[in-house]
């Protein structure tokens, strides 16, 4: 499934702190739903509930409401790890990790038309997923962030740019410690977009950090 965005791709991922009490009338659950109606009034291009917590059935309510606020808009909704969830929700696709199944499997499962996104941390594991069939990586940890540090260190800017000449045209999406100030450096190596957790965490500021990711990309056109 082409991805069919316009670049920058600005993927917001969801920092993953509903726990297993989370239901659909708590906070939590408000916020993020609030979080994704942000995310599209400010065209964000996709959004992942990465929220590991939560059981499948609550998983699933979250995925729902969710899809039924993207639906429509510029923003893909994705579910971290469970396609199947996914695709009962009504979202757009999946992102799976490098402990989910390969994307070929999902590929076979949910036909051309689900989305795949998969989460590299080398060349080879990005260019294994996207001869799997994966419509786009994200790679990473560009720059030093404490949710990714059960990685290593940072994989730096270079490995980014070398994965990017390497993969021509191919969509390659930077994460790790990224800000609105070192978009720029992201994108100058060649990188399709910018993920980020906190870098998207508060809807009050979604769209200013919008707009000054997509001025460093105008800075590089």
């Known amino acids: ?5 316009t670049k920058p791709i600005l993927y917001l991922i969801t920092a993953g702190l509903m726990s297993e009490n989370s239901t659909p009338e708590s906070k939590d659950f408000q ?11 400010a065209r964000i291009s996709l959004v992942q509930l990465r929220e ?6 609550r998983l699933f309510e979250l995925a729902n409401r969710a899809a039924q606020i993207t639906r429509g808009s510029a923003t893909r909704l994705l579910v971290n790890d469970r396609a199947d969830i996914a695709a009962a929700a009504g979202a757009d696709g999946v992102h799976l990790t490098t402990r989910s199944l390969a994307p070929g499997i999902i590929r076979d ?9 998969s989460s590299t941390h080398s060349l080879s ?11 786009f990586v994200v790679f ?46 992201c994108l100058g190596a ?3 977009g910018i993920a980020g957790i906190g870098l998207f965490s508060s809807p009050s500021t979604l769209q200013q950090t919008v707009d000054t990711i997509l001025s460093a990309a105008e800075r590089n056109a």
């Not at 499934?1 to 965005?5: A, G, I, T, V, W």
């Not at 594991?125 to 419509?135: I, L, N």
Request: aromatic letters at 6%; one cysteine or more.
């Open 52 to 57: 590991k917590h939560l059981s499948a059935l």
């Open 190 to 192: 060649g990188a399709s």
């Open 125 to 135: 594991e990005a260019v294994a997923a996207r001869d799997g069939g994966a419509d």
């Open 31 to 41: 916020n993020i739903l609030e979080l994704i109606s942000a995310a599209v009034d």
């Open 140 to 185: 990473g940890p560009i720059f030093q962030t404490n949710s990714k540090g059960q990685y290593g260190a940072p994989i730096g800017v270079d490995a980014l740019q070398e994965a990017t000449k390497e993969m021509t045209a191919y969509p390659i999406v930077a994460l790790g410690g990224i800000s609105a100030l070192n978009a720029r450096e």
């Open 1 to 5: 499934m082409p991805l069919n965005l």
């Open 109 to 117: 499962c949910f036909g051309e038309n689900f989305l795949i996104g």
